[in-house]
């Protein structure tokens, strides 16, 4: 926002479920689903957004849009080391275990999981983007093109190693990079 602004923001409506999908058809909204929340249900969420879309001035036809959650590397072993803390925060947050600051990629590789939540971190990062550039990007087109989206925002969700300094995030800015490249 600027005293001075020029132009007015689209409006899009952001939403994870069949209701707010609902309502972004209904009121002729642009629609986000957030995939990068759980991605259960984005099918089905953008299938009733698309069916039930009414146009409206705005926005004369549905528009979709997909976020996801990524962290690329160099190599497939090093994004996994990097979506570790990440996943680990996620699982304390769907399992009512305390929430606390970020994990260290070298301190998440010492956490023990139970097999039950060992489970739910694979489910979990199953709907993830985690690998080198090419197979990162490869994946982001393919969920574009399976969910036959507009665009799709990429959440970097890379940890940091020990050493890193606490107001930096290097290794989430080089996810973009390396996307970008």
Known sequence: ATPAAVSVPSVWLLGSSDYSATLAADRGLPYVFA?????????????????????????PEPRTFLTV?????????????LALPQLL???ALRTGAPLTAQLLVEDAERVELSEAHRGLLAAMRSRWVIGDPQQARAAIEDLAASYGVDEVMVHPVAGAHEGTAQASSPAREETLRLLAA
């Open 69 to 81: 959650n990524a962290a690329v590397a160099a190599t497939q072993q090093e994004s996994d080391r």
């Open 35 to 59: 995939h990068h929340f759980s991605g259960k249900g984005t099918a089905e969420a953008l299938e009733l957004y698309r069916s039930g879309f009414r146009p409206s001035e705005a926005c």
């Open 89 to 91: 925060a996620m699982l």
